[in-house]
């Protein structure tokens, strides 16, 4: 079993609909959770990063943390074609913690 | 900010030569780490850098895979021999203490 398992996808939802994505994992002693957007050639860039259970929210997106549940969740709201990416959960137990886990990526697609 | 800057972007090789990624990081980051992706597996860390010594190597699947950073802003990583299951793109990372990492574009290797 993987550390942390993500849904691929791919997901396609229109315009405006709010988007959920989610991550689940089994090491309890994972802190520091985050969120990364992937365009198609390009590298992950950083969305959210939240440490321990709880939310948090930036403009249109809302990072969620349940530690009880080992399950973290991202939410678009008023989705848009631009949003149209992959996105990859990541977690560590420590801050400066260099083993980072990774999620596959859940493939995102948002039509118009 | 540059961001972090990898080259080639693309790179094509026939099996048995010998390929070399290079990586150059945010200016003042200590920490490099270089990572692979594939469908199959996902975003896989294969080692990473603290102020230019290597840490943890453990991810390097096979001594056909070495990795050097002689100075804080240039680092490499080198396939010899290759083989066609090193095809994937290779992420070159940086980040300063507990701080998010930043990815650069990727280096997308196909070995025929």
């Known amino acids: 079993q993987k550390e942390v398992e993500q849904d691929p996808g791919p997901l396609s939802v229109p315009e405006g609909a709010i988007v959920s994505l989610n991550c689940t994992y089994s090491?309890?002693?994972?802190?520091?959770f985050m969120w990364y957007r992937q365009y198609s050639r390009k590298g992950p860039e950083l969305l959210m990063y939240?440490?321990?259970?709880g939310n948090k929210e930036d403009g249109r997106f809302t990072a969620q943390v349940d530690k009880s549940s080992k399950y973290i969740s991202l939410f678009i709201r008023d989705s848009q074609p631009s949003d149209s990416a992959t996105y990859l959960c990541?977690?560590?137990?420590?801050?400066?913690?260099?083993?980072?886990?990774f999620g596959s990526g859940t493939r995102l697609s948002i039509r118009p | 900010d540059a961001g972090v800057i990898q080259s080639p972007r693309h790179e094509v090789t026939e099996m048995g030569q010998e390929v070399t990624l290079r990586c150059k990081p945010i200016?003042?980051?200590?920490?490099l780490f270089w990572y692979r992706q594939t469908m199959m597996r996902g975003l896989e860390l294969l080692i990473y850098?603290?102020?230019?010594?290597?840490?943890?190597d453990s991810g390097m699947p096979e001594d056909r895979f070495s990795a050097k950073m002689p100075n804080a802003s240039f680092s490499t990583l080198k396939i010899q021999p290759s083989e066609p299951r090193d095809s994937a793109v290779y992420f070159c990372?940086?980040?300063?203490?507990?701080?998010?990492?930043?990815f650069g574009n990727g280096t997308r290797l196909t070995v025929t």
């Open positions: 990372a940086s980040r300063t203490g507990g701080s998010p990492l930043h």
């Open positions: 090491n309890s002693a994972f802190q520091y």
């Open positions: 939240t440490y321990s259970s």
């Open positions: 990541a977690m560590n137990s420590d801050s400066s913690a260099s083993k980072i886990i």
């Open positions: 200016s003042g980051h200590n920490s």
């Open positions: 850098f603290n102020n230019n010594v290597p840490i943890d």
